[in-house]
């Protein structure tokens, strides 16, 4: 009987120690477990951020050219929704900003540095085609031009608007009729036909929104005016 005490303890002892072990075995393999399901979420995590394309200014899909200007832009959807200009991942002209109206919706840049020089808008439906032509032909040389058109932007154009906007380098110009949707970047001074515009005419058998069609939007990257523009 007195043999039975010290082994029972001994046997209490090496339970106790048996069940540690083991208890400490179940968490090591769980912890373990916990750090493998971690490390594979954080790998997954880092494969969607490494997949996942980058956005630039504006949100182009990919970056411009050292010195040139991004930029990105859509014409007016109908008469409900504005025209939306961006330059240099900044938004120049938008309903949100209440700087858009019916008409042509012009921003206008130093082609040398970027620099935002003036924002205007002109009603070519219901106001005089003077103040346009007139401010047309103020341009300095080297500036850029970001037109969009809402509503309808061809009524009041005359000959001498649409001369005067060939000259910044439109192609479409001369065929930009009522109710047509129009984007153009231009400049002063230009030797050629500019590379960024899009035209789409007002017809009924095709018009997206009932008197008007689809909304035009154009993204790219401008070269810098080599020659600076003078005061």
């Known amino acids: 009987m007195r043999i039975a005490g010290p082994i029972k303890f001994g046997v209490v002892i090496v339970l ?11 968490f090591e393999i769980k912890i373990d ?21 980058p956005k630039y200014k504006c949100g182009l899909a990919k970056p411009c050219p050292e010195n040139h200007f991004a930029f990105k832009m859509a014409s007016g959807a109908a008469n409900v929704v504005g025209p939306k200009i961006c330059i240099e991942d900044k938004i120049i002209m938008s309903g949100v900003k209440n700087n858009v109206g019916r008409g042509i919706n012009i921003a206008t840049v130093n082609g040398r540095t970027g620099e935002l020089l003036d924002t205007k808008v002109f009603d070519l439906w219901g106001a005089d085609v003077k103040p346009f032509n007139e401010f047309l032909k103020a341009l300095k040389e ?5 037109m969009a058109t809402y509503d309808d932007a061809a009524t009041k154009l005359d000959d001498n608007a649409r001369k005067l906007l060939s000259e910044l ?15 153009f970047v231009g400049a002063k ?19 997206k ?17 080599k020659e600076e523009i003078k005061p």
Not at 169 to 183: E, V
Request: one cysteine or more.
């Open 189 to 207: 001074g230009i030797q050629s036909k500019s590379p960024f515009e899009q035209h789409i005419k007002n017809n009924k058998d095709t018009n």
């Open 16 to 26: 106790f120690l048996l069940m540690g072990y083991l208890a400490f075995q179940i």
């Open 169 to 183: 380098g439109s192609a479409s110009i001369s065929n930009l009729s009522f109710r047509d949707n129009w984007i």
């Open 33 to 53: 477990g916990n750090f493998k399901s971690i490390f594979a979420r954080s790998q997954d995590d880092a494969q969607v951020r490494t997949t996942k394309s």
């Open 142 to 146: 080297g500036t850029i031009v970001f």
């Open 209 to 225: 929104y009932e008197g008007w069609p689809e909304v035009l939007e154009m993204e790219g990257c401008v070269p810098p005016k």
